[in-house]
């Protein structure tokens, strides 16, 4: 699929209107100038910009068929010239996804978003001040979003501020992700930094030695200036894929070097592949008193879990999760990936049916998602997933299954290349909600990434984000974590001093 956009010059338009394009088509090429070959059809502008961006479109199809939109928008005075390349550019937004609608009889229900974190944007409307309906006006009018997902949005933003009551007031704080990059074997959807473990002790006792460095230098940097610390996560890879003295050893300096680790809100530990999952592994985490553990099935269904890498038994994340029960694990995730390859309504449904005996206190579903990096989309061909209309219809029996047991959405995020351009979400029982997964959403603080692949987000008194990665592989890591801890602490520096963040 080609299409030629007419009468937009600026280059910086070619990216939103490339991603809205992908919503409706696969594979498709949008070009501001004339490229070689027919286009299948040209979308000719009309823009002007004065106080109002006035945006008219005009979809010609090579068969004849037109369509036809409008929308103007009030620009706002002194706005800056990123703000009013913002309010141009969801105004050219608008009028194209209109006429792709009419052209397709497709709705996009989240009308012209693209972005990761849709409910930031109804928090930015109430922290601005606007009424629950104002900012539901706003979504509706400018940016295309049906009912049903601003309903969702407020209903997740509800929760959020039930659990988090002072969630706008965090800037002080700031959370940690602590990245572990081993796994026992490497599964086919993974982008993670993941490394299969085996035969490589040598590796991941250098990476420890580098992370113990991390930790004691920020922790110290955290006391020496008062910072709380809200919540902890242990991701990676899969956490608890370290032996049980590694982990006794990391928690150990986790309480040594962090400050005031018994009031953090939340700690929690992925240990995400039930075949690393040991009896001595959680005594170790219930010394320690992690709060909160992922036991993930991704899937009940035997030939699925084999089809994507995941060399464990159905049997085996049941009897982890027992096992994890009965050692007083009693806030326990676990995720349901929808549209898995070979897997349909039926599958789904059977997932949801052993997930009912087992009740977990969060259940995440998310839609699988075809990354550029993973062995799954570079051999596409040799995974049949479902259609998106069969997506759509697990989606929607994920929605109705936790509601009829007592779960509520409490965050969710969107992907690129999603399937059916649909959603994560986070649902939990009341109160069992992962403060953590609250924070990394909604980025209302710092947070600090230590270890491999992990990824810090700095944010400024003034609310700008800065991002930093560590490296992601375990040999770049080890070479150079000093280094990339000692940039930290160096940014850290720059955006406490003489900031208000700094008491
Ligand atoms: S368990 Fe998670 S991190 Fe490890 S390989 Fe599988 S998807 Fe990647």
Redesign the pocket.
């Known amino acids: 699929m080609y299409i030629h956009i007419k009468g937009l010059k600026d280059e910086r338009f070619a990216r939103p209107l490339q991603l809205i394009a992908n919503l409706f088509f696969e594979e498709t090429s949008v070009s501001l100038e004339k490229v070689s070959g027919e286009p299948d059809f040209v979308i000719d502008f009309e823009l002007k910009v004065g106080h109002q961006v006035e945006v008219q479109a005009t979809l010609q199809h090579a068969d004849g068929q037109t369509f036809q939109a409008q929308y103007d928008k009030e620009m706002p005075r002194e706005a800056t010239e990123k703000e009013q390349f913002k309010v141009i550019k969801n105004t050219v937004a608008h009028v194209y996804l209109s006429v792709l609608q009419d052209y397709t009889k497709m709705v996009q229900k989240w009308g012209i978003l693209t972005g990761i974190r849709p409910t930031k944007l109804l928090h930015k409307s109430l922290q601005e001040g606007l009424t629950k309906e104002e900012a539901h006006k706003k979504l509706k009018t400018d940016y295309l979003i049906t009912d049903e997902k601003i309903q969702l949005m407020q209903d997740i933003v509800d929760r959020q501020l039930a659990v988090v009551p002072d969630l706008y007031d965090l800037q002080n704080e700031v959370s940690i992700y602590i990245g572990i990059p081993f ?5 086919a ?6 490394y299969a473990i085996n035969g490589r002790q040598g590796s991941v006792n250098s990476f420890l030695g580098g992370l113990h460095f991390e930790m004691r230098k920020i922790g110290e940097w955290l006391k020496e200036n008062d910072v709380k610390i809200t919540t902890v996560y242990y991701g ?3 956490p608890t ?1 370290i032996t049980a003295e590694e982990m006794d050893m990391l928690y150990e300096e986790m309480y040594t070097s962090f400050p005031d680790v018994k009031n953090i809100r939340e700690v929690t530990v ?1 240990a ?2 039930p075949d690393t999952i040991t009896p001595e592994k959680l005594e170790v985490l219930k010394k320690w008193n992690i709060d909160r553990i992922s036991v ?1 099935p991704q899937s009940y269904t035997q030939e699925t879990l084999k089809a994507i ?2 060399h464990h038994t159905v049997e085996e994340t049941i009897e982890k999760f027992h096992l994890a029960r009965q050692m007083e694990m009693n806030n326990i995730n676990m995720d349901l990936i929808i549209g898995l390859p070979g897997e349909g309504v039926a599958e789904f449904q059977h997932s949801l049916d052993e997930t009912e005996k087992l009740m977990p206190e969060s259940l995440t579903i998310h839609t699988l998602s075809f990354k550029r990096a993973s062995e799954m989309t570079r051999n596409k061909d040799r995974y049949k997933v479902a259609s998106r209309e069969e997506i759509i219809e697990m989606m929607d029996l994920g929605e109705k299954w936790t509601k009829e047991h007592g779960y509520a959405p409490y965050y969710l995020y969107r992907q690129k290349n999603i399937l059916g351009n649909l959603e994560n979400v986070g649902y939990s029982l009341p109160n069992q909600e992962s403060i953590y997964n609250i924070m990394i959403m909604e980025e209302q603080q710092t947070i600090i990434g230590l270890g491999c692949g992990a990824a810090s987000k700095f944010i400024d008194q003034d609310g700008k984000i800065m991002h930093f990665a560590n490296p992601k592989d375990p040999k770049t890591y080890n070479d150079s974590f000093e280094e990339y801890t000692n940039k930290k602490i160096s940014i850290l520096n720059d955006i406490y001093k003489n900031s208000a963040l700094a008491k």
């Not at 959807?189 to 993941?194: D, G, H, L, Q, R």
């Open positions: 796994c026992p074997t490497k599964c959807y993974c982008t993670f930094p993941a990676g890879g899969t894929s992925e995400g592949r993930n890498g995941r």
